[in-house]
């Protein structure tokens, strides 16, 4: 069609990264084990959190977007992406390009975050509000905070915000169609900068096994 879409360089780095390594046998390329392992009464699912957020949708665009080099969709009973806190890794064309292949669906699953082909993320979540400018610029503003003034860079937090939208070409970037999971602050007020780094850490991390009612089974996969 008519789309022209663009990925940032670093989910671009990303991919190559993914493409680049050995899957199941030394030289073994993703594109090859998938081929191997394609089975039409089965689902593939491409997944990821944070980083993986932001890649995982790209890997599937660039696995089975149509194209001569692109995997056949139909070998797998279906093909679904589920990222999850990802920044976001391209344009309005790329997010458009992104729905129109994997349109987004609900599973029939009571809870929001049981959608397919969509971002899952925590309101409060910093790391999902990149790069998008009007998303970037409430960052300064997730936490209820008293007393303390956050300084990076030298520059207070929502000055050193308004300099990145400003010098950056961050302007193009779309989010993704995408499921806002609401978050809960842990500390309130934040009264110290070093909760308010604890809080950033909790909400982009452990606050998603709380939101997804998964915190048993996340305590058991890290050994807790």
Do not use: C, M
């Not at 089965?42 to 696995?63: C, E, K, M, N, R």
């Amino acid at each position: 069609g008519d789309l022209d879409p663009n990925i940032s360089l670093a989910t671009q780095i990303g991919l190559a990264v993914l493409f680049s390594l050995g899957v199941h046998k030394p030289g073994g390329k993703i594109t090859d084990f998938l081929k191997q392992i394609a089975d039409k009464d089965a689902t593939l699912i491409v997944t990821g959190h944070s980083l993986g957020g932001a890649l995982s949708p790209s890997l599937a665009l660039a696995l089975f977007n149509p194209g001569p080099k692109a995997l056949n969709r139909g070998d797998w009973n279906e093909v679904l992406v589920y990222p999850t806190a990802g920044p976001t890794p391209g344009d309005e064309h790329f997010a458009r390009l992104f729905s129109q292949q994997f349109p987004p669906g609900n599973t029939a699953a009571a809870q929001p975050y049981g959608t397919w082909n969509n971002l899952i993320w925590n309101s409060l979540d910093a790391v999902p509000h990149a790069w998008q400018s009007k998303t970037l610029l409430k960052i300064p503003f997730l936490y209820r905070v008293r007393g303390v003034e956050l300084i990076i860079g030298g520059l207070a937090l929502e000055t050193a915000i308004a300099y990145v939208v400003s010098r950056l070409n961050v302007n193009g970037y779309t989010q993704l169609s995408n499921v806002p999971l609401s978050g809960t602050q842990q500390t309130d007020p934040i009264t110290t900068a070093g909760d308010w780094f604890k809080e950033l850490a909790y909400q982009h991390v452990d606050a998603y096994a709380d939101l997804t009612g998964t915190r048993e089974g996340y305590e058991l996969l890290l050994g807790l």
